[in-house]
């Protein structure tokens, strides 16, 4: 071996020696995890008693059981209102922010900023009054003479898991306004000033110059709301509990119904890894899908 090769040798060794205390934490509290979780799926365990060989039953069982499986439609709703919606909303805020820079703009992004640090829970507790029948949202509908539209918004069939959804859109705006505004300051000036001498309006400006430079924070939003849609828990669990019915009852509330309610551990780790898979299949597509053609 040369003496080149031995020192490429050495500087990868010191490297791998870098990464693996952070890898040993990750095997340890991630993947060993994991793989526990699916070796449990493979079995009819109630948590305390010795548990039975089930195969691959209780995955049969999450595609054909009518609950799990609308567990799974209801997060995949939750999607246009955690992913879909703030990301449209973060980008109109981009739009008038950016190209508007005023005093106090620090303020805004502050306000639009404040949901991200508010825990979840006392989000779903304050959201859940403002729903109620006496709620804020009701006398506001009074107030400009839609009485008729008003109910019991987390009580309604028809409308809980939009509410439910409409609550994760104005947590997740401002997560996606900021991670926008943090990608338009890399944009070059010149494209802009070039646009300009073309002619181009504001909209045309920020739909030829500045939305094809987010490409990589779009795909950064749009996993990051995915995955808070599809792994959604404190909110609903607070707003509603999964009600009424099983109307916005979804995947990480099941799970935690079936492994420590309903005693059904294994049918609980089967759906968690059916959850799982959905999740990174996802990724894949939205990585695959922005990458920046060659």
């Not at 980008?91 to 005093?103: F, G, I, V, W």
């Not at 338009?184 to 646009?195: F, M, N």
């Not at 779009?218 to 099983?246: H, K």
Request: include cysteine.
């Amino acid at each position: 071996m040369t003496a080149r090769g031995r020192t490429r040798g050495g500087r990868r060794l010191r490297g791998y020696l870098f990464v693996l205390p952070a890898l040993a934490v990750y095997l340890a509290f991630a993947v060993l995890p994991a793989l526990h979780t699916a070796y449990l799926s493979l079995f009819d365990w109630d948590g305390v008693t010795l548990g039975g060989w089930a195969g691959l039953d209780n995955y049969r069982r999450v595609f054909t059981d009518p609950a799990l499986r609308g567990s799974v439609v209801n997060a995949l709703v939750l999607v246009v209102f955690f992913a879909l919606l703030p990301i449209l909303a973060g980008l109109l805020l981009t739009a008038l922010l950016a190209r508007h820079r005023r005093p106090g703009m620090a303020g805004y992004r502050l306000l639009f900023m404040l949901p991200q640090v508010v825990p979840l829970v006392a989000v779903g507790v304050t959201w859940r009054w403002l729903y109620g029948e006496d709620g804020l949202v009701n006398e506001a509908l009074d107030a400009v003479g839609l009485g008729g539209f008003t109910r019991a918004w987390l009580g309604d069939f028809d409308w809980a898991l939009i509410a439910v959804g409409l609550v994760g859109t104005w947590v997740l705006s401002g997560l996606c306004m900021m991670l926008f505004l943090s990608g338009v300051h890399k944009v070059d000036p010149q494209l802009y000033e070039a646009a300009r001498l073309d002619g181009a309006g504001p909209v045309r400006e920020f739909v030829s110059v500045t939305l094809p430079q987010l490409r990589g924070e779009l795909a950064v939003a749009l996993t990051v709301t995915t995955v808070a849609a599809l792994a959604s828990f404190d909110i609903v669990y607070v707003t509603t509990g999964g009600g009424p019915g099983e109307e916005t009852t979804v995947p990480g509330l099941l799970i935690y119904r079936l492994a420590f309610s309903a005693g059904k551990v294994g049918l609980a780790s089967a759906l968690g890894v059916v959850l799982s898979l959905l999740i990174l299949v996802i990724v894949y597509l939205v990585n695959r899908l922005s990458r920046t053609p060659s």
